[in-house]
Protein backbone atom coordinates (compact mmCIF):
# COMPACT_ATOMS: atom_id res chain seq x y z
CA UNK A 1 0.00 0.00 0.00
CA UNK A 2 1.23 3.40 -0.83
CA UNK A 3 0.90 6.08 1.58
CA UNK A 4 2.23 9.71 0.35
CA UNK A 5 2.99 12.26 3.08
CA UNK A 6 4.33 15.60 2.41
CA UNK A 7 6.29 17.95 4.74
CA UNK A 8 7.43 21.68 4.99
CA UNK A 9 5.18 23.50 4.09
CA UNK A 10 4.77 26.90 6.60
CA UNK A 11 4.53 30.15 6.17
CA UNK A 12 7.27 32.86 4.58
CA UNK A 13 7.49 36.24 3.77
CA UNK A 14 7.17 37.36 0.58
CA UNK A 15 10.84 37.30 -1.23
CA UNK A 16 11.66 33.95 1.28
CA UNK A 17 12.12 30.50 0.34
CA UNK A 18 10.79 27.08 1.55
CA UNK A 19 11.45 23.81 0.91
CA UNK A 20 8.21 20.65 0.40
CA UNK A 21 9.40 17.36 0.60
CA UNK A 22 7.51 14.29 -0.05
CA UNK A 23 7.53 10.74 0.96
CA UNK A 24 6.00 7.83 -0.82
CA UNK A 25 6.20 4.84 1.16
CA UNK A 26 5.73 1.63 -0.41
CA UNK A 27 6.32 3.14 -4.05
CA UNK A 28 9.61 3.23 -6.41
CA UNK A 29 9.78 5.96 -8.82
CA UNK A 30 10.74 3.81 -11.37
CA UNK A 31 8.76 5.03 -13.77
CA UNK A 32 5.91 7.52 -14.62
CA UNK A 33 6.07 10.85 -13.14
CA UNK A 34 5.64 12.52 -10.15
CA UNK A 35 4.97 15.77 -8.81
CA UNK A 36 3.86 19.02 -6.86
CA UNK A 37 -0.02 20.67 -7.34
CA UNK A 38 -1.05 23.35 -5.54
CA UNK A 39 -4.54 24.67 -4.81
CA UNK A 40 -4.89 28.65 -3.90
CA UNK A 41 -7.92 30.09 -2.21
CA UNK A 42 -10.96 29.67 -4.37
CA UNK A 43 -9.01 27.95 -7.07
CA UNK A 44 -8.80 24.69 -8.38
CA UNK A 45 -6.32 22.76 -8.28
CA UNK A 46 -3.45 23.06 -10.29
CA UNK A 47 0.16 21.60 -11.63
CA UNK A 48 3.47 23.40 -9.93
CA UNK A 49 5.77 20.67 -11.81
CA UNK A 50 6.61 17.15 -12.58
CA UNK A 51 9.99 15.05 -12.70
CA UNK A 52 9.96 11.81 -14.42
CA UNK A 53 11.87 8.97 -13.84
CA UNK A 54 14.95 9.65 -16.08
CA UNK A 55 15.02 13.18 -14.31
CA UNK A 56 13.46 15.30 -16.90
CA UNK A 57 11.31 17.75 -15.25
CA UNK A 58 8.72 20.54 -16.67
CA UNK A 59 7.01 23.54 -14.66
CA UNK A 60 4.30 25.58 -14.44
CA UNK A 61 4.76 29.14 -15.77
CA UNK A 62 3.91 31.35 -12.89
CA UNK A 63 6.99 29.16 -11.10
CA UNK A 64 9.30 28.83 -13.62
CA UNK A 65 12.65 30.24 -12.77
CA UNK A 66 11.90 30.38 -8.66
CA UNK A 67 10.83 26.40 -7.84
CA UNK A 68 13.06 23.92 -8.26
CA UNK A 69 11.45 19.64 -8.32
CA UNK A 70 14.56 17.06 -7.07
CA UNK A 71 14.35 13.91 -5.51
CA UNK A 72 17.30 12.29 -3.86
CA UNK A 73 19.26 9.79 -5.88
CA UNK A 74 17.41 6.74 -4.38
CA UNK A 75 13.99 8.46 -5.62
CA UNK A 76 12.58 7.71 -2.40
CA UNK A 77 12.21 11.75 -1.61
CA UNK A 78 10.68 14.03 -3.75
CA UNK A 79 11.56 18.12 -2.77
CA UNK A 80 10.39 21.08 -4.27
CA UNK A 81 12.68 24.54 -3.41
CA UNK A 82 10.57 27.33 -3.42
CA UNK A 83 12.26 30.60 -3.95
CA UNK A 84 11.32 33.98 -4.28
CA UNK A 85 8.01 33.77 -2.78
CA UNK A 86 5.42 35.98 -4.12
CA UNK A 87 1.40 36.07 -2.42
CA UNK A 88 0.29 34.31 -4.94
CA UNK A 89 2.17 31.21 -3.74
CA UNK A 90 -0.04 30.71 -0.95
CA UNK A 91 -1.89 27.31 -0.98
CA UNK A 92 -2.32 23.82 0.11
CA UNK A 93 1.11 22.28 -1.86
CA UNK A 94 -0.01 18.57 -2.87
CA UNK A 95 2.55 15.71 -3.92
CA UNK A 96 1.38 12.75 -6.22
CA UNK A 97 2.56 9.77 -7.38
CA UNK A 98 2.00 8.49 -10.99
CA UNK A 99 0.63 11.40 -12.80
CA UNK A 100 1.64 10.82 -16.28
CA UNK A 101 0.09 7.28 -17.15
CA UNK A 102 1.92 7.27 -19.97
CA UNK A 103 1.42 11.12 -21.10
CA UNK A 104 4.40 13.31 -22.10
CA UNK A 105 5.69 15.78 -18.97
CA UNK A 106 3.49 19.16 -20.20
CA UNK A 107 0.35 17.33 -21.25
CA UNK A 108 0.48 15.97 -17.42
CA UNK A 109 1.32 19.17 -16.12
CA UNK A 110 -2.36 20.28 -17.10
CA UNK A 111 -4.65 17.13 -16.70
CA UNK A 112 -3.74 17.13 -12.39
CA UNK A 113 -4.12 13.67 -12.40
CA UNK A 114 -2.10 11.29 -10.08
CA UNK A 115 -2.51 7.66 -8.39
CA UNK A 116 -1.56 8.13 -5.10
CA UNK A 117 -1.79 11.70 -3.11
CA UNK A 118 -0.62 13.58 -0.04
CA UNK A 119 -3.13 14.71 2.27
CA UNK A 120 -1.07 18.65 1.27
CA UNK A 121 0.56 20.82 3.41
CA UNK A 122 0.01 24.26 3.47
CA UNK A 123 2.33 27.09 2.23
CA UNK A 124 1.59 30.90 3.44
CA UNK A 125 3.56 33.55 2.11
CA UNK A 126 3.21 37.34 3.34
CA UNK A 127 3.95 40.55 2.55
Known amino acids: QVKVVEYGGGSAQAGGSLRLSCVAS????????MGWFRQRPGKSREGVAL???????VYADSVKGRFTISQNSAKTILYLQMNSLKGDDTAMYYC?????????????????????WGQGTQVTVSA
Open 96 to 116: AANSCFDSPLEESLDRVLGEW
Open 51 to 57: IDSEGRT
Open 26 to 33: GYTHSSDC
